[in-house]
C-alpha cells in the first residue's frame, strides 16, 4: 500500500459532509473503520478501545441500514432516539456516538502527543491521553483496565515504523489530527445541544 495506514482514513474524511454541509453517517463510520487497522498494530494495550469502537460503529451501522434514507445524515439517529425518549439508553445509537467520538478524541490526543513530545514512551503519551479524555467519563473499573492495558503499549518506534510503510508518517499524523478534531468537535456541539455530550459510564 502506498502511503501511511493513515491514507485511507484522510481520504474518507474528505466525504463525511454532504454539500449542505451536514454529517453523513456511512462516510462518517467507514473513516472510524478506516481507523480500526492503526489500533490494530498498538495489539493488545488498545484491545479494550478497538472493541469498544467497533461495538459503536456496528451498532450505529445497523440503524443506519434499517433505514438509509432516513438515517443518511448521522445526527438524525439521535434526534430520533430523543425524541422517543430513548436516548440515554446504554444501548442507544446516541450513547454509541458519544462513546465512539470520545476514543477517537483520545486517539486524536494519542497520536498528538506522539508527535509533540519526540522523547515520551508510548506508555506515558497513552496515559496523559487518556487522562485528558477518557478518564473523567468512566468509572473506576473501566479506569484501572485501562490502566493495566496502557502498560502493554509497544515501543514507540518499531510502532511508528510499522504504521509509515512507504509514506510520511509525521505529516499523516498531523494531517489526522487536524483533518479529525473539528470533525468530533462538532460531534460533540450536536450532542450538548440536546443536552447528551456527558453521559457516563456506569
Same mark, same amino acid.
Request: glycine share 4%; proline share 3%.
Given at each position: ?23 453523513? =453517517? ?67 445509537? =446516541? ?5 465512539? =467520538? ?63 510503510? =512507504? ?36
Amino acid at each position: 500500500m502506498e502511503g501511511t495506514l493513515f491514507t485511507p482514513a484522510l481520504e474518507g474524511m474528505k466525504h463525511v459532509k454532504s454539500d449542505e454541509g451536514e454529517m453523513l =453517517t456511512k462516510p462518517f463510520l467507514d473513516v472510524c473503520k478506516q481507523i480500526l487497522p492503526v489500533i490494530d498494530k498498538f495489539g493488545a494495550a488498545m484491545a479494550l478501545v478497538k472493541s469498544d469502537i467497533s461495538g459503536n460503529i456496528k451498532r450505529l451501522e445497523n440503524k443506519y441500514l434499517s433505514n438509509p434514507s432516513e438515517f443518511n445524515h448521522l445526527y438524525t439517529m439521535v434526534r430520533a432516539e430523543v425524541e422517543a425518549k430513548t436516548a440515554k439508553a446504554s444501548s442507544s445509537c =446516541t450513547n454509541g456516538l458519544l462513546w465512539l =467520538t470520545r476514543a477517537m478524541d483520545f486517539l486524536v490526543e494519542l497520536f498528538r502527543n506522539l508527535l509533540e513530545h519526540a522523547d515520551w514512551t508510548m506508555s506515558q503519551a497513552c496515559t496523559d491521553s487518556y487522562s485528558k479524555t477518557l478518564k473523567k467519563w468512566h468509572g473506576w473499573l473501566a479506569s484501572s483496565s485501562f490502566t493495566v492495558a496502557m502498560k502493554l503499549a509497544p515501543d514507540r518506534k518499531k510502532f511508528m515504523d510499522v504504521l509509515g510503510s =512507504t509514506g510520511d508518517i509525521n505529516l499523516d499524523i498531523e494531517k489526522f489530527c487536524t483533518t479529525f478534531s473539528p470533525i468530533l468537535e462538532e460531534n460533540h456541539k450536536f450532542l450538548a445541544s440536546v443536552g447528551l455530550d456527558d453521559l457516563k459510564a456506569s
